[in-house]
């Protein structure tokens, strides 16, 4: 089992940033994929950001915007915000895949007010 615990959700201004983070623990070694979705209130869970084998995918809405990083040291990885816009309010799961099983953590509100 893969354990995943969020943190750095909140609240923030439009045009303001935050940081996310993401720590995995327990049976870590051979998680392959680490990432983030976001679902906002009504609408079906998007892709936001994943990292795997050294490559990164954007959602198109982020692109630009958002940075994806992750420290393999500390089996952690992390989503960077900046310019966050009001349509960026959501729950952000901290996600991650190994042998084609997926794991998603509990969950961090974001939510960006004008």
């Known amino acids: 089992q893969v354990q995943l615990v969020e943190s750095g959700g909140g609240l923030v201004q439009a045009g303001g940033s935050l940081r996310l983070s993401c720590a995995a623990s327990?049976?870590?070694?051979?998680?392959?994929?680490m990432g983030w979705y976001r679902q906002a209130p009504g609408k079906q869970r998007e892709l936001v950001a994943i990292?795997?084998?050294?490559?990164?995918n954007y959602a198109d809405s982020v692109k630009g915007r958002f940075t994806i990083s992750r420290d393999n040291a500390k089996n952690t990885v992390y989503l960077q915000m900046p310019s966050l816009k009001p349509e960026d309010t959501a729950v952000y799961y901290c996600?991650?895949?190994?042998?084609?099983?997926?794991?998603w953590g509990q969950g961090t509100q974001v939510t960006v007010s004008l």
């Open positions: 327990g049976s870590i070694f051979g998680i392959n994929a």
């Open positions: 990292s795997s084998s050294g490559k990164t």
């Open positions: 996600y991650a895949e190994k042998m084609g099983w997926a794991y």
